[in-house]
């Protein structure tokens, strides 16, 4: 009898790979997301215009490709910070005239994805969303990438199916993005799960993105996280930042200050280029 994996993998039309070498280049700016490691960097949560801006022009500084920051935020308690919404987008805007920064958001509600994507250069559908159908169908009809997160209890085949939703719909610039899933442990937020990478991208021509902030939820581990990403093959990173991550809104124990990821930054584009280099001269 075949498995359940299989079914689900024989549904798949758009998201699988053709052939062995078949890659999707998304285009942003002078950005070639799948090319080369494409860095995403910012706040947890839009706060106010200094937070966001001056952490923008910091992360800009040590070499961060997008901006990310959160407007709409999915919190497990109704009674947290849910973000700034509008105001926070206006503000994701001015970051964006300030540093040229492309900018990552998310949206949580089909009925905001079509002015949400007026601000955003990449709409983020978060782990919590991964299956929210409607969700995705919105997102497929925008001419905006998508930036789908791995919901934390979904396997690849799942994960592979909600990105076939947004293809099905006529948008073929999806990127994935490993953020970790529940398992016993409770050390870490999450466990990341570093083997989705080269696992994912063996079936699939999309980029694929890992996040070791929400992955581990704890600073002093994002680091080698960062370097085992690229070592296994990811075509991006997100990384929280904060101007002062001890007063952040939201997630505070997983943002680095601007210096902290200014040090990273360095060693991890010091792999990237090892890689290539290595790429270049067919090791
Ligand atoms: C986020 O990136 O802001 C976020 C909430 O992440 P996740 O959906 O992975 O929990
Ligand atoms: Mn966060």
Redesign the pocket.
Known sequence: MRNDWLIRMDNLRLVKKTDLHQKTTININDLRIGESLTVIAGP??VESERQTIETAIKVKEAGADML?G?AF??RTSPYAFQGLGLEGLKILEMAKRETGLPIVT?AVDPRDVSWVSEFADVI?I????MQNFSLLKEVGRIDKPVLL?RG?YSTLAEWLNCAEYILAEGNPNVML?E??IRTFETYTRNTLDLSMVPAIKSETHLPVFV?PS?GTGRKHLIESMIMAAISAGTDGL?V?VHINPEQAMS?ARQQFTPEEFSAIMEKARALEAFYKNNEKSGK
């Open positions: 947890c949560s990310r959160g935020k999915p998310e983020q978060g782990a919590r969303n997160k934390m993005c953020r970790g996040d929400h997100i929280e997630d």
